[in-house]
């Protein structure tokens, strides 16, 4: 089910709480296919910390990334640019072995 752009933040930064680490310790990007950009691009491990959200448009996709990356200081693209079918927002804790 897509949420609202404020919905995602609030959950992106409610799951960093809950596995803690510092902020730049987590990377938070957009995908077409979130899991398999998780798991195949990224490198994530069953059982890794990560989470996937649904936005309503690209736009506030983009704008969530944006948000992470210069307000939270997490890693992730905050270029700017809206990728169409770009819905999925996606965060992960780093590992030694996850490629950013």
Same mark, same amino acid.
């Given at each position: 089910?897509?949420?609202?752009?404020?919905? /995602? /933040?609030? =959950?992106?930064?409610?799951?960093?709480?809950? %596995?803690?680490?510092?902020?730049?310790?987590? %990377?938070?990007? &957009?995908?077409? =296919?979130? $899991?398999?950009t998780l798991? $195949?691009?990224?490198?994530?491990?069953?059982?890794?910390?990560?989470?996937?959200? &649904?936005?309503? &448009?690209?736009?506030?996709?983009? =704008?969530?990334v944006t948000? %992470?990356?210069? &307000?939270? $200081?997490?890693?992730?693209?905050? =270029?700017?640019?809206?990728?169409?079918?770009?819905?999925?927002?996606?965060?992960?804790?780093?590992?030694?072995?996850? $490629?950013?």
């Open positions: 089910m897509a949420k609202e752009k404020n919905e /995602i /933040i609030a =959950d992106i930064r409610a799951y960093i709480a809950k %596995f803690g680490g510092r902020s730049a310790e987590w %990377f938070v990007g &957009t995908s077409v =296919d979130a $899991k398999s798991y $195949k691009m990224h490198k994530l491990k069953q059982g890794d910390p990560g989470l996937v959200r &649904t936005a309503h &448009t690209e736009i506030q996709a983009a =704008d969530v948000t %992470f990356v210069n &307000t939270y $200081k997490t890693k992730g693209s905050a =270029d700017g640019v809206v990728e169409p079918d770009r819905l999925q927002v996606y965060a992960y804790k780093l590992q030694p072995y996850t $490629k950013p």
